[in-house]
């Protein structure tokens, strides 16, 4: 059975960084590329960064140059480094797992998801 669990969020001022993290298990981690997705109340899922297998990356314009997306495949956990957060970063954060080999940001591409966890700022 395929897990993706994320950790990490929590309560943080405007300005702060933030790690997030999300363990695998179930599936061949190394041969996913990996995404995070955000979602806030009311609005769709939007696409925040991906990392392929071979370790390339992409953001969204919002994130960019803030947030940094990386792998650790021995440890089967992706992480996401947010530094700067400001007030529009707030949502519940999912990890996904897409076995295409290029990054896609589209939700529906996904293969497995995690439940989340929110990010909660304070301005």
């Known amino acids: 059975q395929v897990q993706l669990v994320e950790s990490g969020g929590g309560l943080v001022q405007a300005g702060d960084s933030l790690r997030l993290s999300c363990t695998a298990s179930?599936?061949?981690?190394?041969?996913?590329?990996m995404v995070w997705f955000r979602q806030t109340s009311g609005k769709a899922r939007e696409f925040v960064a991906g990392?392929?297998?071979?370790?390339?990356?992409e953001y969204a314009d919002s994130v960019k140059g803030r947030f940094t997306i990386s792998r650790d495949n021995v440890k089967r956990t992706m992480y996401l480094q947010m530094s700067n957060l400001k007030p529009e970063d707030a949502a519940v954060y999912y990890c996904?797992?897409?076995?295409?080999?290029?990054?896609?940001?589209?939700?529906?591409?996904?293969?497995?998801w995690g439940k989340g966890t929110l990010v909660t700022i304070s301005s």
């Open positions: 996904a797992a897409d076995l295409a080999h290029k990054i896609r940001n589209q939700g529906g591409d996904m293969d497995y």
């Open positions: 179930g599936l061949t981690f190394y041969t996913y590329t």
């Open positions: 990392i392929s297998r071979g370790g390339n990356t």
